[in-house]
């Protein structure tokens, strides 16, 4: 019998083909199963993570017990991670969670941000108000990121962020930052807030159309001109400056709230424009008169306390207002109020209101309302609140001219501060003067001489020269002028004046680092002190202006050198000469200085 040959024993080729497909399949099942057996390994590897408060959040967020290890896998499967205000100081281990698309660790104490360079799913990111962060650096790649806030911490460089042109909000307030050349390239931001920072410059902002919300509080801005391209605005924090000119806002009608209080504003009439705004504060600002505001019919609130309103009858037709703050000016009559129905809130405290009876039927339906202290008609010229406004009044602002300290002066009930800016300057001076009689004023200074000695020839030169820089149309201004020239001409004949011009001897002489040089005019004259080294070489030139004659001999009237060159530079000791020159006269003396 003839058994059927085999396929093996008949095809060779066949069956060698068979054993080396069954080998690659045997190698590519052992390679799987080396892989996903190693990939179980590494995501089954406990994370270190030596913040206990962070471990805390990560094992409520996963639902896992406090005796639980949390894996590589359990990070990775995070998606969300909310945990302000939990005492986190280290973020080590948090790099595991690289599918984070939202991280919220505001309010903690991390001054590290390091761990979470490489989650780069994260969308939103939340760091505020951890008060020790500095380096941002770590966050330049998370170029996925539209809501990043970093506000209360210690950020001054901010330039890592300037390829996180996905952003739409960004928030860097209440930090050190100065410049801000970075952000121009986010133009996607539709909000910013740099409240609270160290800014000045604002014109990387012009590059940013697509801003509706700009928080700018509490900088060192003066001028907002790169603002006003920004015509998508529709809210403008910008108080606590050092802002005059409103004119960039001229086209920006789309903002429906602005705050500039805080600022150095008088002239407001740029806003009748901005017919949108429902919300107004220029409050502590130098504001007399607000007719531009008529027109602002869709104001709800408003806020113009601490300011030098008296005359409010332009608010008569803004009858949508809701919260209308006053208090602190200088108004008496309210009679215009009376038709504003929507009212619910009003303070009218701290002016000159004497008949409240006009709005009587309004207060009833206001459910918060104040009226108090108020005071007879303004007088704010009078310091003593003596009743009168004389000389006297003009001296006691003169003792606490350019005095930071002299709210001091209180304690005794005097007001120097006439103006109410923060500074005793030129402008209180100006005040008071204007409410003197000044054909009054000169014969009594005439008679007391020696109640005057802070109103001596050159400080009223000098005062008179920087009134003479201020706004000259305003009739207060130029009667207050008036009234201090006519000082001048009497107080001139109460000093003894020097017959000859003349150069006194320095003093102290020899001297370290600082001396005082005296001299005397005949006549009023342009003076200045050259200051020359041993060899001739000009070392310093102390220009003292125009001044009246008179004698300038103690330290507050006489030439002052502080040993230093034009560049602020200590100069060496050794020989030096000086020389007045004033008009046509010119003298040299020498003194030396040793160290």
Known sequence: MRFPISIESRCPQFKSQNIGIIQTVSLIFTACVLFFASHQIVTAQTVHMPDSNLRTVLKLALGKEMGDDITQADMASLESLEAPESGIRDLTGLEFAINLTKLDLG???IPNVAPLKNLTNLTELYLN????ISDVSPLKNL?????????????????????????????????????????????????????????????????????TALHL????????????????????????????DLSPLTNLTNLTTVNLHGNGISDVSVLTNLTDLTILKL????????????????????????????????????????????????????????????????????????????????????????????TGTP????????????????????????????????????????????????????SVAAEIDATAAAPALKKNP?????????????????????????????????????LLTALTFTEVLPKETALLANYPNPFNPETWIPYQLAEPAAASISIYAGDGKLVRTLVLGHLAAGVYRSKSRAAYWDGRNELGEPVASGVYFYTLTAGGFITTGKMILQK
Request: glycine share 4%; charged share 20%.
């Open 217 to 244: 509080d509490d900088n060192r801005i003066s001028d907002m001109s790169p603002l006003n391209g920004l015509t998508t605005l529709t809210f403008l924090n910008i108080n606590d400056n050092k802002i005059s």
């Open 107 to 109: 309010l903690n104490e």
């Open 450 to 486: 020696v109640a005057t000695s802070p109103l001596t020839a050159a400080s009223l030169t000098q005062w008179i020269q920087l009134a003479k820089q201020l706004d000259r149309q305003q009739p207060y201004m130029q009667k207050g002028i008036t009234t201090l020239e006519r």
């Open 379 to 430: 007088l704010n010229a009078d310091v003593n609140h003596d009743g009168i406004v004389d000389t006297t009044d003009l001296i006691l602002v003169a003792l606490s001219y350019g005095n930071p300290n002299f709210g001091d002066a209180a304690r005794s009930d005097v007001y120097p501060d006439v103006n109410r800016d923060g500074v005793v300057d030129v402008e209180d001076l100006i």
């Open 143 to 211: 170029t996925n990121l539209r809501h990043l806030t970093l506000g209360g911490n210690l950020i001054s460089d901010i330039s890592p962020l300037k390829d996180l042109i996905s952003l739409s909000y960004l928030h860097v307030g209440y930090n050190n930052v100065v410049d801000i050349s970075p952000l121009k390239y986010l133009t996607t931001l539709t909000f910013l807030n740099l409240d609270d920072n160290r800014i000045s410059n604002v014109s990387p902002l012009a590059d940013l159309p697509n801003l």
């Open 283 to 374: 409050h502590e600002n130098k504001i007399s008169d607000i007719s531009p505001l008529a027109d602002l019919t869709n104001l709800t609130i408003l806020r113009l306390h601490d300011n030098r309103i008296s005359d409010i009858s332009p608010l008569k037709g803004l009858i949508t207002l809701t919260k209308l703050f006053l208090y602190n000016n200088e108004i008496s009559d309210v009679s215009v109020l009376k038709d504003l129905i929507n009212l619910k809130v009003l303070d009218l405290s701290d002016n000159h209101i004497t008949d409240f009876s006009p709005i009587a039927g309004l207060i009833e339906n206001l459910e918060k309302y104040d009226n108090s202290n108020q």
């Open 129 to 132: 108000r951890n008060r020790r």
